[in-house]
């Protein structure tokens, strides 16, 4: 009887839920902390040897590589000439050493005869293609190039054309946009192809007449893309002294603050923090890269306030500073409960910050934010901007329903340093807006009859039911999928022919809800791809449940043990896993 009265009280909250929860709550907010898949196709022929002497295309890509985020991105490199002389597939950043192997990958790059960008394009659609697509991370192509193709006899340029073509198309179909980047220092550009190929994407098109500019203007991409802004501080010409710079941290959202140092000549650098303590450069919370073109100091997760940068530069040379902040923010949206809208009609909105999968209450992230309502109207497809009102934790405003159409709505904030936009919701103003359909001749029965009354009361009833089972129902797969782990995995890979192994690999629980598979603690490494199928659920109490549908061997204490219908883990258990594909094997510990 319990149980029957804890069913029925939770079915009506969830009914009782359903009915009241805003219409938008049934979406999912916009991502946070978004991942980025890029691929640097950079023009390698040998008129670089002119328009870029000093190769400051290779120091811009490796200051963007410097600017990913420490942990998550993927960054491939294509270099072309009129055909790929080298490349290097999507690389996971787990580490500074994964940062350093790309880098060194572009100091190797040599330069070849003649150009096709169809060519860097074409290659870089295929790697994105092969090794993109993971869940939360956004793909996008930054092409550079100094000028028209230049091909050689075995190629036609209808040929590089339709290559072109259909990159650029397949490109559109899968949400790939290219940056182009034109490095115009002859003045012979072709300008118009590289602002199609941007233009047709969804991309942007950038065009220097000096290679020195390249590092700021891949900064640039990176922001764009991830919907943050270059923040220019105060550049300054260096006088052979430390000179201050102030770098404000406004807020506790910021999760990287990237200060770029744009300098020919190398500089040397020390920061303060904002209780006026010296910091240890590099440190566990402060990256430090340098080259000949640039140095950038990524703080992670750092203190707000005021903090004072101190640069020493080499007398007379111009320095410029700029910085970008990496925001955990995202918007969520919430409209009126109604499914049903006429002309005339004043559609309530609200909107608020979301940091770290909570609603924001730091005041300060509201402070200086502006936010406006897109509304889209997808027949006459023409949107329309409405101010939101800010308010100390949030943002509203109406929304007025001009003409029976569809709309598409959603919110954009934007602060000094982001912009965000929720994810959209359509309403519709159609039904109620359309002329009543003719009406057929009655052949119900006479009014206050029971046959009036009873079927659409059992209608009602029956319909609460399914709405009730669907919502109990739902409510229970959501609570499996959204489990939470507690604790950490320690993860060892030992190859068997050599017995070397990995140093440990300590990979936190408490990212993944539901479920997660060996491969994903392994990083996806191609060569673990039989490890998809060993996969871990949370457990009752702090355990954690193991299932084994691959051919791997799995032993505990020395013995093998079958766990297709699972196993549960204790804390301290340790476990070996052989693989079958490869002669190597996985050791994973599991630690409260």
């Known amino acids: 009887m319990k149980t029957n009265k804890m069913i029925i009280t939770l079915a009506a909250a969830v009914l009782s839920l359903l009915i009241s929860l805003p219409f938008s709550a049934f979406a999912a907010p916009a991502a946070g902390d978004t991942k980025i898949d890029a691929v640097l196709s950079v023009d390698v022929s040998s008129s670089m040897?002119?328009?870029?002497?000093?190769?400051?295309?290779?120091?811009?890509?490796?200051?963007?590589?410097?600017?990913?985020?420490?942990?998550?991105?993927?960054?491939?490199?294509?270099?072309?000439?009129?055909?790929?002389?080298?490349?290097?597939?999507?690389?996971?950043?787990?580490?500074?050493?994964?940062?350093?192997?790309?880098?060194?990958?572009?100091?190797?790059?040599?330069?070849?005869?003649?150009?096709?960008?169809?060519?860097?394009?074409?290659?870089?659609?295929?790697?994105?293609?092969?090794?993109?697509?993971?869940?939360?991370?956004?793909?996008?192509?930054?092409?550079?190039?100094?000028?028209?193709?230049?091909?050689?006899?075995?190629?036609?340029?209808?040929?590089?054309?339709?290559?072109?073509?259909?990159?650029?198309?397949?490109?559109?179909?899968?949400?790939?946009?290219?940056?182009?980047?034109?490095?115009?220092?002859?003045?012979?550009?072709?300008?118009?192809?590289?602002?199609?190929?941007?233009?047709?994407?969804?991309?942007?098109?950038?065009?220097?007449?000096?290679?020195?500019?390249?590092?700021?203007?891949?900064?640039?991409?990176?922001?764009?893309?991830?919907?943050?802004?270059?923040?220019?501080?105060?550049?300054?010409?260096?006088?052979?002294?430390?000179?201050?710079?102030?770098?404000?941290?406004?807020?506790?959202?910021?999760?990287?603050?990237?200060?770029?140092?744009?300098?020919?000549?190398?500089?040397?650098?020390?920061?303060?923090?904002?209780?006026?303590?010296?910091?240890?450069?590099?440190?566990?919370?402060?990256?430090?890269?340098?080259?000949?073109?640039?140095?950038?100091?990524?703080?992670?997760?750092?203190?707000?306030?005021?903090?004072?940068?101190?640069?020493?530069?080499?007398?007379?040379?111009?320095?410029?500073?700029?910085?970008i902040y990496n925001y955990d923010v995202q918007v969520s949206m919430e409209l009126s409960s109604s499914i049903s809208y006429k002309p005339g009609d004043a559609v309530p909105v609200k909107a608020y910050l979301q940091a770290n999968g909570q609603k924001a209450t730091d005041a300060s992230l509201y402070k200086n934010a502006k936010a406006t309502l897109l509304v889209t109207d997808l027949d006459t497809k023409k949107t329309s901007e409405v101010p939101l009102t800010t308010a100390a934790q949030g943002f509203e405003g109406t929304m007025k329903v001009a003409e029976a159409h569809d709309y598409e709505v959603k919110v954009k904030v934007e602060d000094a340093n982001f912009v965000r936009e929720s994810q959209p919701a359509s309403i519709s103003a159609k039904k109620a807006g359309a002329a009543p359909a003719p009406t057929a001749p009655s052949t119900t029965p006479a009014e206050g009859s029971s046959a009036t009354l009873i079927t659409p009361i059992a209608w009602i009833g029956g319909a609460l039911l399914l709405l009730i089972a669907a919502a109990l129902f739902a409510l229970s797969m959501w609570k499996k999928a959204n489990k939470g782990f507690f604790g950490q995995m320690v993860v060892e890979v030992k190859d068997e022919d050599t017995g070397d192994r990995t140093s440990p690999q300590y990979r936190k629980l408490n990212a993944f809800k539901g479920k997660v598979d060996l491969h994903q603690l392994l990083q996806l490494a191609p060569e673990f791809a039989e490890t998809k199928q060993i996969i871990f659920k949370p457990g009752p109490g702090d355990t954690i449940v193991l299932y084994n549908q691959s051919s791997c061997i799995i032993e505990k204490g020395g013995r093998v043990f079958d766990a297709v219908q699972g196993k549960e883990l204790k804390n301290n258990d340790r476990i070996k896993i052989s693989l079958q594909n490869v002669n190597k094997s996985v050791t994973v510990e599991y630690l409260k």
Not at 104 to 122: E, K
Not at 129 to 151: C, K, M, Q, R
Not at 296 to 308: E, F, M, R, T
């Open 49 to 323: 040897n002119e328009s870029d002497v000093n190769k400051v295309s290779y120091e811009a890509m490796k200051m963007f590589i410097d600017m990913a985020s420490v942990q998550g991105d993927k960054v491939g490199v294509v270099a072309y000439t009129d055909q790929i002389l080298r490349e290097k597939a999507l690389l996971k950043i787990n580490s500074a050493q994964d940062k350093q192997n790309l880098k060194s990958f572009i100091d190797q790059l040599t330069r070849g005869p003649y150009t096709d960008v169809a060519v860097g394009v074409n290659e870089a659609v295929k790697i994105l293609e092969s090794g993109g697509g993971e869940a939360g991370h956004v793909p996008l192509i930054v092409l550079l190039t100094d000028g028209n193709n230049s091909l050689n006899t075995g190629k036609t340029q209808e040929q590089s054309d339709q290559m072109l073509n259909q990159a650029v198309k397949k490109a559109k179909e899968k949400n790939i946009p290219i940056y182009t980047i034109g490095l115009n220092a002859d003045g012979k550009l072709n300008k118009d192809a590289l602002e199609r190929i941007s233009n047709e994407t969804g991309g942007k098109l950038f065009i220097t007449s000096t290679a020195d500019n390249l590092p700021k203007i891949l900064s640039e991409i990176y922001a764009s893309h991830l919907k943050l802004k270059v923040v220019p501080l105060t550049g300054f010409t260096a006088n052979g002294d430390f000179q201050d710079v102030t770098v404000n941290i406004p807020n506790a959202s910021v999760l990287e603050a990237n200060i770029s140092i744009m300098s020919s000549k190398p500089v040397e650098v020390k920061l303060v923090n904002p209780a006026g303590q010296e910091q240890t450069i590099p440190s566990d919370k402060i990256v430090f890269s340098s080259s000949s073109a640039y140095t950038l100091i990524k703080l992670l997760s750092p203190a707000q306030g005021d903090w004072k940068l101190r640069i020493k530069g080499v007398p007379k040379e111009k320095i410029d500073i700029n910085l």
